[in-house]
């Protein structure tokens, strides 16, 4: 069975910082290329950053790049995403995606694993 877990959400100000991080259990996440997607109330999800399964190549969404940073730690079998100068428009509900094969893509229809999300609220 594949899970995806995240964890390290929560309220932050605007301005602030969050790391989010992403467990994989099932699968070998230097096999897939991974990517963070969220979702805010009332709107559609969007893709925010993606890694491949090997090497150092990424890609953002213009709403972050500059501010948010993709990373993963093979060994740990983990993805993780730093979050700096946070806005209130960053809020939503944060996913942590894996797909088999050497891509970058933030179209969700290229995962086939999702996590169930962590919330991330940025307000004063």
């Known amino acids: 069975q594949v899970l995806l877990v995240e964890s390290g959400g929560g309220l932050v100000q605007p301005g602030g910082s969050l790391t989010l991080s992403c467990v994989a259990s099932g699968l070998s996440l230097d096999d897939y290329s991974s990517a963070w997607f969220r979702q805010a109330p009332g709107k559609e999800r969007e893709g925010v950053a993606c890694?491949?399964?090997?090497?150092?190549?990424?890609y953002y969404a213009d709403s972050v790049k500059g501010r948010f940073t993709i990373s993963r730690d093979n060994r740990k079998n983990t993805v993780s995403l730093q979050m700096n100068n946070l806005k209130p428009e960053d809020t939503g509900v944060y996913y942590c995606v894996a797909g088999a094969g050497w891509f970058l893509s933030l179209d969700e229809n290229d995962y086939g694993y999702w996590g169930q999300g962590t919330q991330v609220t940025v307000s004063s």
């Open positions: 890694i491949q399964d090997f090497g150092s190549r990424t």
